[in-house]
């Protein structure tokens, strides 16, 4: 069976857009087409989208995010925040941490930063200390408010 070019070359470039953390919707995708029939074009990419895929043998490869680049999360917080404990302390806490989560899935879900704030939560809370030292520098410092005010959302 014959496909158009152009049909082919519109699904290659849909599935080249939503690759790489740009999620773009079919429908934003097909405005932005100079073809006046954006229903047609959108049913047509999407059927012609799972052919492509197994005729290129698509290969779905989750790139791991190494610790070093969690540790580098966690400095670049430490020397970006001005806060009321120290990192020093927190450090074997840490370790333990990312022992704990190198057994698991969990950096193939997160990203580095969210890891990071994780980290930190934790080792306050191994620490006995309250998380609303990490909350106020976090409002502090991101939202320009004081620990002793409250945020108000709208």
Known sequence: ?????????????????????????????????????????????????PQII????????????????????LNR??????????FGEMRSHAKDFFKKVLFGDVILFYPPAQIALTVLKYALHMLDKTNDLLKDQLLNKMLGINGSRKATMF
């Open 1 to 49: 069976m014959e496909y158009s070019p152009k049909n082919v070359m519109m699904s290659c470039f849909y599935l080249g857009a939503k690759i790489d953390e740009f999620n773009v919707s079919i429908d934003e995708f097909v405005i932005n087409l100079k073809s006046d029939i954006t229903k047609s074009n959108s049913e047509t990419i999407s059927s012609f989208e």
């Open 77 to 86: 917080n430490e020397k970006k925040f001005i806060v009321k404990f120290r």
């Open 54 to 73: 197994l005729k290129l043998w698509y290969q779905l490869t989750i790139h791991l995010p190494n610790i070093s680049s969690i540790r580098r999360t």
